[in-house]
């Protein structure tokens, strides 16, 4: 089956840029999203077709995907990024949506 | 703004069926997919599947032989049915919306989630 394989945690600090990495094979071949979740809340989308940026999420959220690596970026992390972030992406190999393994972003 | 609401019981006996249901409102169902998807501490995000408005269905390969996602877009709601229910099927249920570009073969981003419900299965 296909895998989204993500860094368990990455330290920041407030102001600093945080980069988290998605790995899959081929993963550029496919269209990644991005999903934000906070503690006891469900996921929000913050990038979606491995670039584009939803109404309403700040410009300091961007994405990029290239070989078998996406990377969201966030710029100037703010404490209010804290969260568990997920990336996402079709499978049409195993027919299924694939979702990685969390990343916890933690603003020192 | 489109709301999602997850509905059913919060606990199931072991082989039984689960049935949820999601109430969708401050938008039309019309040309979208509506999606169940669960989340457990041990196995993260999965996607169980999808129902297209039209009532076109998709599931994920290793739930399908107990999977039947449904839509009644007169009241606004879809939902899950999950037959021979056993503890790893304990999780959190969202339902959500998803959508994808003009064309595409399946929808590529979950834009609008519900709270979530979490299901305990026990005896």
Same mark, same amino acid.
């Given at each position: 089956?296909?895998?989204?394989?993500?860094?368990?945690?990455?330290?920041?600090?407030?102001?600093?840029?945080?980069?988290?990495?998605c790995s899959g094979d081929k993963l550029r071949e496919k269209f990644v999203s991005w999903y934000q979740q906070r503690p006891g809340q469900s996921p929000v989308v913050v990038i979606y077709q491995d670039t584009e940026r939803p109404?309403?999420?700040?410009?300091?959220?961007?994405?990029?995907?290239?070989?078998?690596?996406?990377?969201?970026?966030?710029?100037?992390?703010?404490?209010?990024?804290?969260?568990?972030?997920?990336?996402?992406?079709?499978?049409?190999?195993?027919?299924?949506?694939?979702?990685?393994?969390?990343?916890?972003?933690?603003?020192? | 703004?489109?709301?999602?609401?997850?509905?059913?019981?919060?606990?199931?006996?072991?082989?039984?069926?689960? %049935?949820? *249901?999601?109430?969708?409102?401050?938008?039309?169902?019309?040309?979208? @997919?509506?999606?169940?998807?669960?989340?457990?501490?041990?196995?993260?995000?999965?996607?169980?599947?999808?129902? @297209?408005?039209?009532?076109? *269905?998709?599931?994920?390969? %290793?739930?399908?032989?107990?999977?039947?996602?449904?839509?009644?877009?007169?009241?606004?709601?879809?939902?899950?049915?999950?037959? %021979?229910?056993?503890?790893?099927?304990?999780?959190? @249920?969202?339902?959500?919306?998803?959508?994808?570009?003009?064309?595409?073969?399946?929808?590529?981003?979950?834009?609008?989630?519900?709270?979530?419900?979490?299901?305990?299965?026990?005896?």
């Amino acid at each position: 089956s296909y895998e989204l394989n993500q860094p368990p945690s990455v330290p920041v600090s407030p102001g600093q840029r945080a980069r988290i990495t998605c790995s899959g094979d081929k993963l550029r071949e496919k269209f990644v999203s991005w999903y934000q979740q906070r503690p006891g809340q469900s996921p929000v989308v913050v990038i979606y077709q491995d670039t584009e940026r939803p109404s309403g999420i700040p410009e300091r959220f961007s994405g990029s995907n290239s070989g078998n690596t996406a990377t969201l970026t966030i710029s100037g992390t703010q404490a209010v990024d804290e969260a568990d972030y997920y990336c996402q992406a079709w499978d049409s190999g195993s027919g299924s949506y694939v979702f990685g393994t969390g990343t916890k972003v933690t603003v020192l | 703004q489109v709301q999602l609401q997850e509905s059913g019981p919060g606990l199931v006996k072991p082989s039984e069926t689960l %049935s949820l *249901t999601c109430t969708v409102s401050g938008d039309s169902m019309t040309n979208y @997919y509506w999606t169940w998807i669960r989340q457990t501490p041990g196995k993260g995000l999965q996607w169980i599947g999808y129902v @297209y408005s039209t009532g076109a *269905t998709r599931y994920n390969p %290793s739930l399908m032989s107990r999977v039947v996602i449904s839509v009644d877009t007169s009241k606004n709601q879809f939902s899950l049915r999950l037959t %021979s229910i056993i503890p790893a099927d304990t999780a959190v @249920y969202f339902c959500a919306r998803a959508w994808g570009l003009e064309g595409a073969t399946v929808p590529n981003v979950f834009d609008n989630w519900g709270q979530g419900t979490l299901v305990t299965v026990s005896s």
